[in-house]
């Protein structure tokens, strides 16, 4: 269960500049929100703040009723997976999947049963003992998902996850996104640049452009219509 509530957010950052202007959303359990626009219009800042990795400059934001402006991004419930990956380099696929466990100190055998149930749903089981080095593109990116994934967050953030990927990896890993969202349940905000994917995962659609609200609609409406 989770839904969010972001009440005129603001973001000014310390040279001045206002990245996101008045950003009122409603996102009710289980949507799986898109955040569309061009490059610099706040998406980003707007996922950072919804992690708590950016200070929030005015307005509010609730998860499930409770003010959270103030909560630690490790107390959020909150997952994040970035397009780059951020995998650590020297470390194994399971201790990659694991870190985000071990840092808030989870006892060892529940470690390992997350990380192999999140495996097995990832395809990943026989993988684990590999460097991200010596893995697809694809796999990489199923490594950051698990990663988030073993934390059972109530709300998932992704920003462009695929678009370090080729065209027909892109098109595999969108439906097991799509698979994913329905299996746990997850509500998740999602930002692209791709209409595709735009279309085939969300429920609604956010359009931004310069820090401000555009537009909000069901996919149907935004791309079909004439
Ligand atoms: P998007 O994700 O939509 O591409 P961002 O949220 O990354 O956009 O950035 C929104 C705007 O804020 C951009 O104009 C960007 O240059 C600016 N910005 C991002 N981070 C900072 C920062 N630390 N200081 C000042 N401006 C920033
Ligand atoms: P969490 O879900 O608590 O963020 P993560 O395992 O994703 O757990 O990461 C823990 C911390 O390490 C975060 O602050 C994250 O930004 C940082 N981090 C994750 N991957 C990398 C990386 N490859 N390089 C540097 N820092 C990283």
């Keep these: 269960m989770a839904s969010l509530s972001l009440k005129n957010i603001c973001k000014v950052y310390p040279n ?17 929100i898109i955040f569309v ?23 509010e934001l609730y998860i499930d009723g409770k003010l959270v402006n103030d909560v630690e991004p490790k107390d959020r419930d909150i ?12 470390m194994t696929v399971f201790d990659n999947m694991a ?7 989870v006892p ?24 991200p080095k010596a893995l697809s593109g694809g796999q990489r990116q199923r490594v950051a998902m698990g990663r988030a994934i073993v934390r059972n967050p109530k709300v998932f953030l992704m920003d462009e996850p ?13 439906s ?20 595709t994917e735009a279309m085939t995962l969300g429920t609604r659609i956010v359009v931004l ?11 149907q409406k935004l791309y079909n219509e004439p």
């Excluded at 626009?37 to 307005?59: H, Y």
């Design 108 to 131: 060892k055998d529940e470690i390992k049963r997350k990380v192999e149930e999140a495996a097995k749903i990832l395809d990943l089981e026989k993988l684990l003992d590999r460097k």
């Design 176 to 195: 097991e996104i799509s698979a994913l969202h329905h299996r746990l349940g997850a509500t998740i905000i999602y930002v692209t640049h791709d209409q």
């Design 37 to 59: 626009g061009p490059s610099g219009c706040g998406k980003s800042t707007t996922l950072r703040m919804i992690a708590g990795l950016e200070e929030i400059s005015s307005g």
């Design 162 to 174: 695929l678009s370090n990927l080729d065209a027909k990896l892109r098109v595999q890993m969108r």
């Design 16 to 32: 001045g500049f206002e990245a996101v202007k008045d950003f009122s959303l409603e996102v009710e359990d289980k949507e799986f």
């Design 209 to 219: 452009k310069d820090g401000v609200i555009m537009q909000v609609d069901s996919p």
């Design 99 to 105: 870190f985000g466990l071990k840092l808030r100190k």
């Design 79 to 90: 997952a994040m997976v970035f397009q780059n990956y951020a995998l650590y380099p020297h």
